[in-house]
């Protein structure tokens, strides 16, 4: 079994700890998780727990994620902050003021090849129509991004990537999940559903990572800090979501195993996933996060999940060792 584990609850019910294990009680009987090898649990449906049963995922270092019954994110436990560094905090805060603009142009840059990397699959299978945006990716956005830039301008080139990315849906997605502009809050239609879905659960991953990190969550680059939310976490997780969350996305509508008519809420416009398409999802998105492949840099097998802690060490070693932070490539794949 893997030490690693993500574990899900779908179910209304009781969380309590009994000796050395997590507890889950409904209707159905007691569910016993082991704890030794959890590291985040997930809870999408409403469940009740104590203070005594939070104590004890905070002295096991397990991140508690909460989503409500439609499956909106609702925060994060987030045990204390054991690896907490006075020293890197001050170098993050410094890195803001001054290399803010060096940081989000990488991360833009990172979206960039990562979208293209993806849609160039489809160019290869004769999805011809994609070559202008492909060119466009390639060298327009690098050419933009070597210019003088404010923050301003880095994020209108990272809304002109992602907005230019959703029309290419009409090429290769069928015509129920194409997208006809994003919705975030609430989801209007199938896709945006998937999308904000997708995003939530990478995002969630992300906080999960960096908290093994000595990295501060509320110091971002990209997206600007704000408080009640890991600003970090929305910054690192970017360049992931063409690989992770979009390549789960494609390959469940594609092949028919998400449609729209069984997995999708008909009252409410189909713009929520039922407990069956949350499953189904779900199951996808932790294949392709922990789908391993050879590290060229590291020389063994690892996984998108661990790429995403990768990427928080290299920022460390940017922020302490003026290392050139360069986010995962999945052409180079690292």
């Known amino acids: 079994m893997a030490k690693d584990q993500t574990r899900y609850i779908f179910s209304m019910g009781e969380l309590r700890r009994k000796d050395n294990s997590i507890v889950f009680k409904n209707e159905k009987g007691n569910v016993y998780l082991p704890i030794e090898d959890t590291k985040e649990l997930y809870c999408m449906n409403e469940v009740s727990l104590n203070t005594k049963f939070l104590d004890f995922m905070a002295k096991a270092g397990i991140v508690v994620h909460f989503f409500n019954y439609h499956a909106g994110y609702s925060g994060s436990f987030y045990p ?5 560094s006075g020293n890197l905090t001050i170098k993050q805060s410094y890195a803001y003021i001054e290399n803010r603009l060096i940081i ?3 991360i833009v840059e990172g979206i960039a090849q990562n979208i293209r990397e993806v849609l160039y699959h489809y160019y290869r299978h004769g999805k011809k129509e994609l070559k202008e945006l492909l060119d466009w990716l390639k060298k327009d956005v690098q050419e933009f991004l070597s210019g003088d830039l404010t923050i301003e301008q880095i994020l209108y080139i990272e809304g002109q990537i992602w907005s230019r990315f959703y029309d290419s849906f009409k090429y290769f997605l069928p015509e ?3 997208m006809n502009k994003r919705v975030k809050r609430p989801p209007d239609n199938p896709i945006n559903a998937l999308i904000s879905f997708g995003n939530t659960l990478l995002y969630t991953k ?11 969550q509320s110091i971002s680059f990209l997206h600007s800090p704000r ?8 910054d690192l997780c970017e360049v992931f979501k063409p690989i992770v969350v979009y390549k789960t996305i494609f390959d469940c509508v594609n092949n028919k195993k998400l449609q729209v008519s069984k997995h999708f809420d008909k009252s409410l416009n189909y713009a929520l996933l039922n407990e069956s398409g949350k499953k189904i999802f779900i199951e996808n998105f932790e294949n ?7 590290h060229p840099k590291l020389k063994r097998k690892t996984t998108y999940k661990s790429a995403i802690r990768y990427d928080a ?3 460390i070693k940017y922020l302490l060792e003026d290392k050139p932070f360069e986010p995962f490539s999945l052409k180079e794949k690292c």
């Open 206 to 216: 992300t906080i999960s990572a960096i908290y093994r990190t000595h990295l501060n």
């Open 288 to 294: 392709r996060i922990n789908e391993t492949f050879v």
């Open 104 to 106: 989000a142009k990488a």
């Open 176 to 178: 129920d999940f194409i």
């Open 227 to 234: 408080e009640g939310r890991f600003s970090l976490s929305l």
């Open 313 to 315: 060490y290299k920022l």
């Open 80 to 84: 204390k902050e054991k690896y907490i």
